[in-house]
């Protein structure tokens, strides 16, 4: 019941940058859009889905991974139902279809979301 669209997506040469966004529509009956924490994921082909970033639904705390830490910045905008994942410092292994996910649960919306987008590709050439 919560739809999430991603854009954003592209191809870029190491070094590079880019921005996705995600746009949120819905929310579970009862439940506020605004009070879902919302996280990025990305899966390469042959790997397991990972987690890249999230942040809380007042977006006063921010997480990263390792690999994408001092590089990634994770941002929202509750009144526009967005959330963007800004890339910096492209590196080949960033190449991954990237996914916007949305739970109500912090400690869920880094491992499980509940709710996920579509995707959009991330191809960054070496």
């Known amino acids: 019941q919560v739809q999430l669209v991603e854009s954003g997506g592209g191809l870029r040469q190491a070094g590079g940058s880019l921005k996705l966004s995600c746009a949120a529509s819905?929310?579970?009956?009862?439940?506020?859009?605004?009070?879902?924490?919302m996280a990025w994921f990305r899966q390469a082909p042959g790997k397991e889905r990972e987690f890249v970033a999230a942040?809380?639904?007042?977006?006063?705390?921010?997480y990263y991974a390792d690999s994408v830490k001092g590089r990634f910045t994770i941002s929202r905008d509750s009144a526009k139902n967005t959330v963007s994942l800004q890339m910096n410092s492209l590196k080949p292994e960033d190449t991954a279809v990237y996914y916007c996910?949305?739970?109500?649960?912090?400690?869920?919306?880094?491992?499980?979301?509940?709710?996920w987008g579509q995707g959009t590709q991330v191809t960054v050439s070496s």
């Open positions: 942040i809380t639904w007042s977006g006063g705390s921010t």
């Open positions: 996910a949305a739970d109500y649960s912090l400690v869920v919306v880094k491992s499980g979301p509940s709710y």
């Open positions: 819905g929310a579970a009956s009862g439940r506020t859009f605004s009070r879902y924490h």
